[in-house]
């Protein structure tokens, strides 16, 4: 392996950017290589960071010598870019959620055990102090109950996050980083159940998502949760989570996740979001490629597919107004 591990990114859009301004905190790693079905944003990308550009996720992970994968894909547009990862036994980190289809989802990650792949997904709040504290006082005092979700105003027309068929709808596409918490707070879920407002925004072009939705979860702990998001609350945003369990409290506000915590007969505390929290996360996947210790990596392929059978469940119920198992 080269000085600095070399990696390709398939996709160079906006969480691309992000991707690229957090590798300049990850000192031992360079983006060598980059794919986009846009020329004009692998172009850009490329002359930014000095990558070459390539046709195909396929002929990227064939032909440009990379240690490793970034697949930065809209939920739609997965499945070349896994598959070429496979077929290259190619470490490779995927942007939440990982996708929209729960058969190609555990089909990439049967093969992604069965040839033992180092994969990372991009739940970032799994690597912050607060979550982990929370994670940490739940080992012995378990999670009854949540609370939690992101609230927007009505959105402009987008071309693909606002078209159900193409993002999986809000609750999939953005909540998802509230489910993945608490999944990893409380352990994997047996049942949800989603209801949803429609009708409310009104003539933004290509607009086919709900413009709220709620959903309760069940856990195979017995405890419970109730997540939501609206994308149509135009007087002020929130993104939320409130947990308890018999003698802790959990409040988590903001995009960075500072969490203020009431334990019965204790002091308060409060563990503010650590900025930079993307650098975080790719020093943690690049740490593992270089030396092959996965124990810094929160959240696996197999893991980030868990979290996205939930939401594509809620989704379900949606569908069919019945409660679904998982
Ligand atoms: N972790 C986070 O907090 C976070 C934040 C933002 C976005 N995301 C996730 O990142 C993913 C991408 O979002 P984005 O904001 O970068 O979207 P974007 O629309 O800004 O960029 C997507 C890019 O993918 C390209 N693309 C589409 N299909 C392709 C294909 N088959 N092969 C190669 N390139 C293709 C598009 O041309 C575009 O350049 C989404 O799943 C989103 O949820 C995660």
Not at 140 to 153: N, Q, R, S, V
Not at 296 to 325: C, F, H, M, Q, W
Request: glycine fraction near 10%; aromatic fraction near 8%; proline fraction near 3%.
């Amino acid at each position: 392996m080269a000085d600095k591990i070399r990696i390709g990114f398939v996709g160079a859009g906006g969480i691309a950017r992000a991707h690229v301004d957090a590798f300049s905190k990850v000192t031992d790693a360079e983006i060598a290589a980059v794919t986009d079905v846009s020329k004009d944003a692998a172009t850009a990308l490329a002359e930014k960071t000095g990558a070459a550009v390539f046709d195909s996720a396929r002929s990227l992970a064939r032909d440009a010598g990379v240690d490793a994968i970034f697949i930065l894909l809209p939920p739609f547009a997965h499945g070349e870019a896994e598959r070429a990862a496979l077929e290259s036994g190619l470490p490779f980190f995927c942007e939440k959620p990982v996708g929209l289809d729960p058969g190609f989802l555990q089909e990439v990650a049967a093969e992604v055990e069965a040839k033992g792949l180092l994969t990372s997904v991009g739940y970032m709040n799994r690597y912050r102090s607060s979550v982990n504290r929370a994670k940490q006082i739940l080992e012995a005092d378990p999670a009854i109950m949540a609370f939690g979700g992101w609230w927007g105003g009505s959105p402009g027309s987008h071309p693909w996050w606002t078209d159900k068929s193409k993002s999986g709808g809000q609750f999939h596409e953005q909540a998802t980083h509230t489910v993945d918490i608490v999944r990893y707070l409380f352990g994997e879920a047996v049942e949800v159940y989603a209801a949803a407002a429609n009708g409310f925004n009104k003539d933004i072009p290509g607009y086919t998502m709900d413009d709220a939705a709620t959903v309760t979860v069940r856990f195979a702990n017995d405890g419970v949760a109730n997540l939501m998001c609206s994308a149509s609350s135009n007087a002020g945003g929130s993104l939320f989570l409130d947990v308890h369990s018999l003698n802790h409290n959990f409040h988590f506000t903001e995009w960075e996740h500072h969490v203020a915590i009431k334990s019965k007969g204790a002091d308060p505390e409060v563990i503010h979001g650590e900025a930079g929290i993307f650098s975080i996360e790719d020093a943690a996947f690049i740490e593992a490629v270089r030396t092959g210790d996965r124990s810094g990596i929160r959240s696996t392929y197999g893991d980030g597919v868990k979290t996205s059978l939930v939401s594509l469940a809620a989704n379900r119920s949606l569908e069919t107004g019945k409660p679904v198992s998982l």
